[in-house]
């Protein structure tokens, strides 16, 4: 074996039992209206993933380009595409390797280390958001694509639409009346039950990426991604191959939909439940979505 080579994966252990505990407490009391669970601060530390080097954390932010930034950042760590296939029984994403980076241990969810928050003090800290209108239509037809294909992916969540705002399965399907009574179940979930309890794939974008206390130095935009990605390869120093983060990846064609399922009442929907989201991110609730 080379003595020279360097390993570069993690090695020792995930924080687990009452080091975990302990670390997810700390998380919940500091920013209780975050995370007023500590189940809830759990699902949030899993979906920021970390690389052994701790230079980058990445928080994922549903139906906003996760996979292609995955997929770039994998190459700026290692050197190398990510070229990895696999087709999960329990997950639809057409393309699930990069999500499955921190079960191999390539990457960590934050909820790995017993330092919390501050495992990522050090790091360049980076999410990705994308127009609230054109991604709640995303979203939308993601959630139907199950329904077609009778996947269990999102079952809970097709089960309760059903139930809470009457969505028909049967004549809502990829319509504007039931992308309306989607927005509803999702304006209802956060009132009942508060942000925590809503996917984070339609969730408001500013109660994922949480700018105050993730504390990202760059956002990058869905509608221009490949520039985000060359600058975050520019501040790691590792140059992107060109053409790299151009494409998208798990995209559901949501453009030529917007159209026909963004009605007067659904605009109205959106500038209401994403707010926060378009006064944050400098998103036009009018403007075209990408």
Request: with cysteine; proline share 7%; net charge positive.
């Amino acid at each position: 074996m080379d003595s020279n080579l360097t390993y570069p994966f993690f090695t020792g252990g995930r924080a687990k039992g009452p080091t975990r505990h302990r670390m997810l407490a700390v998380l919940s009391e500091r920013h209780p209206e975050a995370f007023p669970t500590l189940d809830q601060a759990a699902a949030w530390s899993e979906l920021v993933f970390v690389p052994p080097s701790r230079r980058w954390a990445f928080v994922r932010n549903g139906k906003a380009g996760t996979t292609s930034a995955l997929r770039a950042l994998f190459e700026m760590e290692f050197g190398v595409p990510l070229t990895v296939k696999v087709t999960l029984p329990t997950d639809i994403n057409s393309d699930a390797a990069p999500h499955q980076l921190a079960a191999a241990d390539v990457f960590r969810p934050l909820s790995a280390f017993p330092a919390g928050l501050s495992a990522i003090d050090g790091a360049l800290r980076l999410a990705t958001v994308r127009h609230p209108a054109s991604r709640a239509v995303s979203a939308f037809l993601y959630l139907c694509s199950t329904q077609y294909a009778a996947h269990p992916w999102f079952l809970r969540e097709r089960l309760r639409i059903n139930a809470l705002v009457g969505f028909d399965w049967d004549s809502d399907f990829r319509t504007a009346s039931g992308f309306e009574k989607f927005l509803r179940y999702i304006e209802d979930t956060r009132a009942a039950a508060g942000p925590g309890s809503v996917n984070p794939h339609w969730r408001a974008q500013v109660e994922t990426v949480l700018p105050e206390i993730y504390r990202p130095h760059l956002v990058g935009k869905v509608e221009h991604l490949g520039d985000f990605l060359t600058e975050v390869a520019e501040r790691l120093g590792q140059p992107l191959k060109q053409g790299v983060g151009t494409g998208r990846a798990n995209a559901s064609g949501a453009s030529g939909a917007a159209d026909a399922l963004l009605t007067p009442t659904a605009r109205a929907l959106v500038a209401r439940i994403y707010a926060k989201d378009f006064e944050t991110f400098g998103y036009l609730p009018d403007a075209q979505s990408a």
